[in-house]
């Protein structure tokens, strides 16, 4: 499989509703949702099929593959990728993959943020699981202050060995409604659109704002999807209002590479960063409730993005060890040793149907597994498959992303960034 990565720049106001079910107010999301990207270049595809130059929905052969097949192209979230330090904008290709803050991360609730200007941030979950087995209640503070702590999530990266966040701006546009009779502002209908800036400020040189993405895709495809969205980079329109001059950006997609996880490395890392910390436990209370992990190795499953999961034909948050097992397609043994998720509900609109989508409960993207095993050979490689194909439904879409053993995990609180 190939990976095509897309750095979106937008050049107008971008309109990405998230509709709550019963509510009167379409709300914007904080970043571009995988089916937004997937529904644009589908859209491209379709109005370019006259044109000779693209053979892409030529007798739907490459369209069908790409969409509609049983392993279809996965269009993944696009993340807030602008990062300024000191005034400057550092550029896109320096910047490293943009995460999501899993839901055991921490920090002060009073100066809440990366260091240096606030507290820092720390992850809780490899702690909390000593305290578990030691029967002990985990319960930290502010490495700084000694005040009290919070969760903390969000978008991150690395540059330089520092951590930051990444976050998008929002505004509202205020419109007048139109008497399509007479062509005229119609009275007392005023509305609000809650839009996605297209710049961090504003004056004589606004900065922009950028969004990371990625496209995994076949072999077979990947050079015909490259070429397709390289040659009209600046075709695309992403969101609603589209024709009333929002949603226009310019993507600017990557040549494909081979998307080879390397799972085995983290997995080995995580598992001795947990048995010594257990026996860091160990020394201060010299006794602990539960098995001893020195005959385990240990892996977390960290959602980069929301999951639709379903078990037994219900909705469920969590991660099972039957699921992951029915996922993978291993048999070996498995033991779910914690679990931190939340879930809320989202829906959307489908252009091509004219109707609005159905109301999905998802799982929340930042939710966090702890599984434990044996026989760690049997899972390596289909964890590596696991991270490129995701979770749960509508993963071509871009929900159920996830991440094998984040390696924010490894960062205590005496060590908070």
């Not at 589908?42 to 509609?68: C, D």
């Not at 943009?98 to 009073?110: E, M, N, Q």
């Not at 799972?263 to 436990?281: A, S």
């Amino acid at each position: 499989m190939k990976s095509i990565q897309l750095q979106i720049k937008a050049l107008s106001p971008l309109a990405i509703a998230r509709q709550k079910p019963g509510g009167s107010v379409s709300e914007v999301e904080d970043y571009i949702p995988g089916t937004v990207i997937r529904g644009a270049i589908a859209a491209q595809i379709l109005q370019q099929s006259g044109h000779r130059s693209t053979n892409l929905a030529e007798n739907g052969g490459e369209f069908q593959a790409l969409f509609l097949d049983d392993e279809p192209a996965i269009f993944q979230n696009a993340y807030p990728a602008t990062l300024e330090i000191r005034g400057k904008i550092v550029p896109q290709e320096r910047v490293e993959e943009i995460k999501v803050l899993p839901a055991t991360a921490l920090s002060s609730k009073t100066k809440s943020g990366f260091k240096p200007k606030n507290n820092g941030v720390f992850d809780t979950l490899i702690d909390r699981f000593c305290a578990d087995n030691y029967d002990y209640l985990y319960d930290p503070n502010c490495p700084e202050d000694g005040g009290r702590v919070e969760p903390y999530n969000g978008f991150y990266s690395k540059y330089n060995g520092k951590y930051y966040s990444h976050s998008a701006n929002k505004r509202l546009l205020t419109r007048v409604g139109i008497n399509r009779r007479r062509a005229t502002a119609e009275e007392e209908i005023l509305y609000s659109i809650e839009v996605l800036n297209e710049s961090e400020s504003s004056g004589k040189n606004p900065k922009p704002v950028w969004y990371s993405s990625v496209i995994l895709v076949t072999d077979a495809l990947a050079d015909s999807l490259w070429q397709f969205i390289h040659t009209r980079r600046g075709d695309f329109r992403l969101g609603g209002s589209t024709s009333r001059g929002l949603g226009k950006v310019e993507i600017d997609a990557k040549p494909p590479k081979d998307a080879k996880p390397n799972i085995e490395d983290k997995v080995t890392e995580f598992t001795h960063t947990l048995q010594k910390r257990w026996l860091d436990w160990n020394n201060v209370f010299g006794y602990h409730v539960k098995e001893s992990p020195n005959n385990r190795t240990f892996f977390s499953v960290d959602l980069q993005a929301d999951a639709i999961l379903t078990e037994q034909w219900r909705r469920t948050t969590v991660i099972s060890t039957t699921m992951l097992q029915q996922f993978t397609g291993v048999e070996a043994p498995l033991k779910l040793e914690a679990t931190y998720s939340s879930y809320d509900y989202r829906s959307g609109w489908n252009a091509a149907w004219g109707l609005m989508k159905d109301v999905e409960l998802v799982t929340n993207k930042g939710a966090v597994y702890l599984f434990s095993t044996t026989q760690p050979k049997e899972w390596y490689e289909a964890l590596a498959k696991l991270e490129l194909t995701g979770v749960g439904d509508r993963t071509c879409e871009g929900f159920g992303q996830v991440q094998v053993c984040n390696d924010f995990h490894l960062i205590f609180r005496e060590n908070a960034v």
